[in-house]
Structure formats: C-alpha cells, structure tokens
C-alpha cells in the first residue's frame, strides 16, 4: 500500500487506488499519516479532523472512522491500533507515505556529496507532490500544516535551484525563475538566483534592472535595503567578476580557510535549585535524539506558561546539561517581554550583541536591522550552536533573530503561545503546568534545609497549599523564609493564610520576583476589552468557564468572547484545560479578584447575576429537554433569552450538564450567599433530573437541603417549600435514610394541602410508597400507590396517570398479584407509548419484566429487561440502568446462562460503584461470587 497527502488524500493498493471512506474519514486518515508511526491522542485527532466544526458526537464518530480505517488497511504492512488509553498509532513504512519519502529524499540530497546526485534527488523529492496538500482538508491544524508544507517545498524548489547553477544549468532555469520573482517579488533569495542566471545567458543589464527593482519595493514595503549578500552580487556582476561563472569541474576550487571565530558562551549560571520537571526535561531531550539537519531549517522549541511558572529555569537547566552538544558556543538573549520595569529589547538590539559576541569587528556591522540579520545568519551557519531567547513578548520579536541552519538549536521562552512560530517555521510548543506537590516540597528543603521543612510538616503543607504550585511563589516564601531562619514557619504560613493579603505575603521586596509585578506586567500588556474580561472572570463562581457562559458573564457576543479568551490563553492568564473549558491558576486568580475590585467593582455584581442567570436559565431549558413531562416550575426572569439555542434534545442538553455541573454547584452556593433564592431554587430544581440520572444523590441531597433552609429564610411559597420538601424526601428514600425521609414526605404533603395542590399530593403518595416498599411494607406502599392512582385519575395527565398505574401494578406484583399487577402494567405502558413517556415507559417494562421473571416466564422477562436497558441508555440514566443490568443478570441466571449472567452483573456492579451505592454493590458482589467469580474491591 501507499498513501498520499502531498495533493488529495489517496491510498493506492499495488498501483490501484483504494476508497477509504468519506472526506472526514480521508481527514482522520490524513492526521495518522503525518504522525506515522507516532501515537496521536484521540483528542488531537477529533481537532485535526474537525477543528472548530466538531460536532457533539465528534469522539464516537472518530471511533467509527478509526475503525472502518482499520478494516480497510489490515493485512497490508499497515497497521492501525490503539495504546496507552486513548491514543492510535499508524504502523506504516516511512516509504510508503509520500510526505515522509519527500522529507527522507531532501535529507540525501542535502547530504549528498556530488551535486549531481544532489539534483536527482531534489528532483525526485518534489516528483512527490501532486498538488496543494491535503486538498479539500479545511482545518485550522491543516491549514497550518499546509503552511509549514509549503514552505518546506519552497525551500526545496529552492535548493535543487542552488544545485543547477553550480552545474551551470542556468539557462535550464531561466524561465522558472521569472515565474517564482514574479511570484515572490520581495524574496531576496529568489532575486539572487534569477540575476546570477541572466548575468550568465549574457542578460547583465536584466540582471541589474531585476536588483533594482527588488530594491526599490524593499524600500517602499519595508523600508529596508536588500540584505549583504545581494548587495555583494550586485557589486560583482557591475564589475563583471569572474567569479560569477560557473566553476570548472576539475581540478577542485580550494579555498582557503575562515579565520577562527570566538565561541560565544553567553549562558547565565546553572539554577541552583532547580527540582522535578522530568517531562519537560524528556521532551527537550527529543530535540537531541532527532535533529532537523537534514530538514535544511534550525530546531526551534517554544516554552510557553503563566508568569512564575519556571519556564527560564527549565531552559537554562536543560541547556547546562546539554553544553557539549553545542561545541560552537551558546548565544543567550534576555528580550524581557514582559519585564514590570521596562520595554521588550528590540530585536536589533539583541542582533548587535550576537554580532559582537560572534567577533565581528565594529567597522564590519552593517548599518541595516536586516543587513544584520543576515550577517549573522551567514557567522552561525553550520555551527553546532544553542540560541536561548529568554522571555520573548511575541513571535515579531523572535524571528529577526532566529538563525539559517539546521545546525542551531533555538529554545524560546514566552508567556505568549508565539502560535505564529508554529505556524511559519513548525516550532513545537510545550506548556509548563505547576509542580505537583513532592517537586514543590523539594524545592522548599533544598532552600531551607531538611530538619527545618521536617519540624513544622503542618506550617509546610499550608505554605504548599498556599503557593499552589507555582515555581515562583515557592522561591519567593522560601527567600522570606531563610532571610530569618530562627522564625517559624508557622508565621509565614499564618500570613498567606489571609487571602486578601496572600499578594502581599509573597514579596521579598525586589520587583523581578514580586508576583504581583509579575502578573501585573502581563495585565498590562493586554487590550481594553481582554483586561476587563480578565479581571471578571477571577471572582467568577466555578473553577472553570465555558464561552458561553463566559460570554454571559463578559457582556459581549459569543464570537468576541472567544477571541478575548484566545487572547487571554496565549497570554498565559488562563489556561484552556480541556476543549472549551477555560480555567485560572489560584495565584493569578486571587490576582483577577483584585483587579475587578480595584478596577471594576461596579460591573462585578451585574456580571455574576448575568452569570448565575445564565447558568440558571439554561439548566432549566436542558431539564425540559431531558424530561419534557416533568411539571415545570415557572423559569423566572432572564436576560439570557438565547441561552438554550445550542440544546436541541436529551443528548445534548445532558452533555451540557455533564460539563457545567461543578460550575452549576458554585453558582448555586453563589445564589444563596448572595440572598439570590430564587435563582437557587430554580438550579436546584433544574438539576434534579440530571442529578437521578446520573446517580448522584448525595449532591442532590446538600443542594436540596441548602436551597430548603434558604426557602424557609425567605418565606416562601408554600407550594415551593413543599415541592423541595418532596425532592428532597425522594432523595433520601434512594439514600436508605427512610425516617428522614418519611418526614420531609410529610412536610410536604402537608404544605401542598395548605397550597391546594392536588397534584404535588398525588406525586408525594408515590413517593411515600417507595419510602415504604424500602421499608419492606408493601401493604401500605400499595395504598399510597392507589391514592396517587385515584388523584392522578381526575388531573387529566395522562403521562402521570400512567405512572400511577405502573405503580400500582407493581405494588401488586410485589405482593405476590401477578396477574392483577400485569393488567395494570400493560395499561401503563399503552398510555407510555401513546404519548411518547420514554422515562414512564422504561419503568413500567422494568415493571412486567419482574412479574414475567417471577411468573416462570424467563423469554419475556429478558426481552422486557432488554428493551428497559436501550431506554435507559437512551435516556442516559445511569442510575437505572444498574438496576436492569442487576435484573438481567438474575434471568441469565436462572436460565443457565452463566456467562451472560457474569457479564450482566459484572457491569452493574461497575455502576454501584461507581454511584456509590454501597448496599447493591455487596449483592451483586456477593451474586458474582456465587457464580465463581468475584471481581476484587
């Protein structure tokens, strides 16, 4: 097989083309492909494939493709598998993928020691492309990775033109070179090659006119002068040099050699206490393992994270360890993007320094910022050198100074992404998260000693609780703390124990490390908008935010929103820890909180009510979807009129729960320290669905009892305090807390009498009889059943009536009536079907599958309990869906089954745990055994 993306996306079997799938499929294809042989996570694949159209579904029909692509290309020498969790890996020989046989030919032909040779396989590299790459692939990751291709087939078409004019073929390519300066009118590379070959054909007055207006566009667009090496050729054809035509192949030109230059040594000293970073370490050492020589293009490695983090004590470390593989010297340039006490350093600047230490004598510097530029391209050419540009603002700042040759090695350190690196030279990008809690004590024993970290662990854990984790603000207490080593420890952990003061507890007074300064400069560097968003978004209720949800609390449309948190992310002011979902380090938050106080104290109350609004409103349209015959409350005012228009049905809606849900839970202890009662209540009645689903009843039962104690506070309606009561006594039903729950039963049926709500009585009978089934009465749970039954009979609802029927029949059954219980089940589910009562539906065929199951009926029991699971799973509800598989698990049982028997209890085994559900977990561990195997606690 082989496979092609340098043009469309195309497999060819022995020289036949082979379809794999459709455009998507072709895409995820396509992203295995340029990661050959490497793992690729399945997150990185659902972004490449789909970029910012990624649909809900996007994981599962990646999981498709992957799988119709593994069916496709099996028993070929090409293999597709997953690893390591959740990554795939594309086992294919590098030769049969046409971009990395085009990169493998360029290397030989870079390396080659006969221009002649050299040429062929130029030649036949670029033979490879058949058209633009990935043709058709619209993604940001494709564009980008067009971009870099293109480049790199530009510098190839460039090269094999290198060769042909030193084989004197210039005549042969001539009319190509018109074409590509005509295309490429400021490229002084292209300009060189096209005069150096009409001087040749006899052209010199060409050749001088096409210098000139290359000049003359420089000046006008960039208001520079063509760079020194054109301006020597230019020089050498108006003096009609010699040199100029091509050399004779033999005997061989011997040059003399380069006078021997300096080797610059410019790092600063080793960090002294650098701990931890493994990883990180790793992944710069890859760097060395597989050098770009052969790619024509210097490494070039960004480190990017917040301020503080470490990123300059990683690179100087990692470049300390490293020297001998730099044996041509290390240039080392602080551009202090982001100093609290001056400007970023010009890149001109910086040039001239390099050129200094390079051992350019003064009189030699060219005048130009871009004569410079490619003086010192031209010093450190094929020099086996390190280039650490140390706190770069952006990557403007950064290219001037990035050199020519594969040789080098570049490593940036920058609070920025610097995405613009990535996309014009393919730099890799690696993010520094904050040290996990054993590196972060290292880093205070090798500053304080360890008898002293070992005599107050107390005072240590807060100091680490307090610091977070950030590089910065772990030195900054440990200089506090060994400037008076008699203190206790104890002292400095009680002063960042204040929150309000934790900015001003880290400080050693010296501006370079006072955190404070440190965020300041980059809250400084931002636009007007993004600042304000910034600092709103620190007191934000959540640990994290969405855009949606940001967009609410910002005030401006989804669209801006974006943008303002892709600039705030590639500042490293907040981090974008999963699709989506935007989160701060604790330290820079506390930082954001100041700001909107100082800053925006009169928009932060209209924001979080915008916020807890949105959250609210929304929560409540996605209830309505996930189960449209539950009585609604009323919704409340709300300005978030477009909120639910991205929820189109169960599925969505209960992803967005799934989300948001830790965010819902902030906003809702928001609400109530706020006085906000009723934007509580309507999120604790909005999550109560999602909340059964998913099993979660311990949060059910805090949110209700919290909601519940603010209701009475505020003197509430009656109906409203009954319906929480009732929630709250269905919780604790599920909970095995039946004298609490029998109480807060009667509460509410009291209130809803009070209130005239013959509705809310009916659903509190039923709820009464689960509490007393529970209890093992059936008896009473049957009464209570018939009296919802009786009410429910005069409502006119026919969803509810049919509940009220199943419950009936199941009480019944329970009993020991199997047939009186079968005659209303079925009742139930006719009314369930008519009227589309998914929820309704899969109980009561849970409902017959009991009666079947105990009536001898073992067929029918299964094929209940079976379509009772797909409407559990439809419906998402976990917590149900446990109790079928239990239910199967006991038919396959007593029908012999073993095997299903083992897998059916296996998996709702997995779910009580999963939920907590400890008393169910023990019966089916114990039902497991039984059968021979018991999976370990």
């Not at 094999?160 to 002084?188: F, I, M, N, Q």
Request: charged share 25%.
């Amino acid at each position: 097989m082989s496979f092609g993306i340098l043009g469309p996306i195309e497999v060819w079997r022995d020289g036949v083309p082979v379809n794999v799938g459709p455009a998507l499929q072709r895409r995820v294809l396509a992203a295995l492909l340029v990661d050959a042989n490497r793992l690729v996570s399945a997150h990185a694949l659902v972004d490449r494939a789909w970029g910012t159209a990624e649909p809900r579904s996007g994981r599962r029909a990646l999981y498709g493709y992957i799988s119709r692509l593994r069916r496709a290309l099996e028993g070929h020498d090409v293999s597709l598998t997953r690893e390591e969790g959740s990554g795939y890996r594309l086992r294919v020989g590098p030769e049969a993928v046409d971009l990395h046989r085009f990169r493998h030919l360029l290397d030989r032909g870079r390396a080659a020691p006969a221009d002649e040779e050299a040429e062929a396989l130029f030649q036949a590299a670029l033979g490879s492309w058949r058209g633009e790459a990935f043709a058709g692939a619209d993604t940001p990751w494709f564009n980008t990775q067009r971009d870099v291709l293109d480049g790199e087939r530009f510098a190839a078409e460039l090269d094999l033109t290198d060769v042909r004019l030193r084989l004197a073929k210039h005549a042969l390519v001539l009319t190509e070179l018109s074409g590509r300066a005509e295309a490429h009118p400021l490229d002084e590379r292209v300009a060189g090659h096209l005069m150096l070959a009409l001087y040749r054909c006899g052209r010199q007055a060409a050749a001088l006119e096409c210098y000139e207006r290359l000049r003359r566009d420089l000046a006008r667009e960039m208001g520079i002068d063509p760079g020194a090496p054109l301006r020597r050729l230019h020089q050498q054809i108006l003096a009609a040099d010699p040199a100029l035509h091509p050399a004779p192949a033999t005997p061989a030109v011997v040059r003399p050699p380069r006078p021997a230059r300096p080797v610059p040594r410019q790092l600063p000293p080793w960090p002294a206490t650098f701990v931890g970073r493994g990883r990180e370490l790793a992944a710069l050492d890859v760097l060395l393992k597989e050098p770009a020589e052969g790619s024509g293009r210097p490494t070039i490695f960004a480190v990017g994270g917040t301020g503080g983090v470490g990123k300059s004590w990683l690179a100087l470390h990692w470049a300390h360890q490293h020297l001998d593989r730099f044996p041509d010297g290390q240039l080392y340039a602080a551009l202090c993007g982001f100093d609290p006490a001056g400007e970023p350093v010009p890149p001109d600047r910086v040039l001239r320094g390099f050129l200094d230490a390079l051992g350019t004598p003064l009189q030699e510097i060219p005048t130009g910022a871009e004569a410079q530029a490619g003086l010192y391209r031209s010093l450190v050419a094929r020099r086996r050198m390190l280039i650490l540009l140390d706190n770069a603002r952006d990557a403007d700042q950064v290219r001037p100074l990035l050199p020519g040759s594969a040789t080098c090695l570049v490593l940036v350190t920058s609070r920025s992404h610097l995405g613009g690196l990535t996309a014009t030279h393919g730099s890799p990008h690696l993010t520094l998260d904050t040290l996990p809690d054993t590196e972060a004590r290292e880093v205070l024993t090798c500053a304080l000693g360890q008898d002293r970290v070992a005599a107050e662990p107390a005072a240590v854990t807060a100091l680490l609780r307090r610091c977070a984790g950030l590089p910065l603000a772990l030195g900054i207490v440990a200089a506090r703390a060994a400037a008076h080593p008699g203190f206790p420890l104890a002292e400095l952990a009680g002063e960042l124990d204040d929150a309000s003061g934790r900015l001003d507890a880290l400080t050693v007074g010296d501006l370079a490390t006072d955190l404070r300064a440190v965020f300041e400069t980059s809250y400084r560097a931002l636009d007007a908008p993004s600042a304000r968003a910034f600092a709103l978004l620190g007191p934000a209720p959540g640990a994290d935010i969405g855009p949606r949800a940001a967009a609410r609390l910002i005030g401006t449309p989804l669209a801006r929103t974006r943008a303002v948190l892709r600039t705030l992310e590639a500042a490293h002011l907040v981090q974008q820890h999963a699709p989506g979902r935007y989160r701060m380090h604790n330290l820079v938050r506390l930082y954001a909180t100041e700001r909107c106080q100082d800053r925006h104290g009169d928009d932060r109350d209209a924001a979080s009510d915008r916020l807890v609004d949105f959250y609210a409103h929304t929560a409540y349209a996605a209830d309505r979807l996930l189960s449209p015959q539950r009585t609604p409350i009323a919704p409340g005012p709300s300005a978030a009129t477009d909120a639910p228009s991205f929820l189109s049905d169960a599925p969505t809606s209960m992803a967005w729960f799934e989300a948001e849900h830790p965010c819902l839970l902030a906003a809702h202890r928001f609400a109530l320290e706020h006085g906000r009662h009723g934007q509580a209540w309507r999120l604790a009645w909005a999550l109560d669905t999602y909340h059964w689903r998913r099993g979660l009843l311990p949060d059910r039962m805090a949110l209700l009892r919290a909601t519940l104690a603010a209701l009475d506070a505020a003197g509430a309606q009656p109906a409203t305090r009954a319906l929480a009561h009732r929630l709250l006594g269905r919780t604790l039903v599920a909970l095995g807390r039946h004298d609490d729950a029998l109480g807060q039963l009667r509460r509410a049926l009291a209130l809803f009498a009070e209130a005239g709500d013959a509705a809310g009585t009916a659903q509190t009978h039923l709820n009464l009889a689960l509490a007393r089934e529970q209890q093992g009465d059936d008896g009473r749970a049957l009464t209570h059943a018939v009296q919802n039954l009786r009410i429910r009979e005069t409502l006119d609802s026919p969803p509810r009536e049919a509940e009220a029927l199943n419950a009936v029949g199941w009480y019944h059954a329970r009993l020991g009536h199997h047939e009186e219980g079968r005659a209303f089940c079925e009742r139930s589910l006719t009314l369930c079907r008519r009227h589309h009562f998914l929820e309704g539906e899969a109980f009561t065929l849970d409902s017959l599958g009991y009666i079947a199951h105990r009536s001898g009926r073992y067929a029918e029991a299964l094929d209940h309990y079976h379509q009772a699971l797909a409407l559990r799973r439809e419906l998402g509800d976990a917590y149900e869906e446990a109790d079928a598989l239990a239910c199967l698990g006991d038919v396959y049982h007593a029908l012999g089954r073993t095997a299903e028997a083992r897998r059916a209890r296996t998996q709702a085994l997995a779910l009580y745990r999963d939920q907590d559900r400890g008393s169910e977990a023990e019966r089916t561990q114990a039902l497991l055994g039984a059968l021979g195997h018991a999976p370990a606690r």
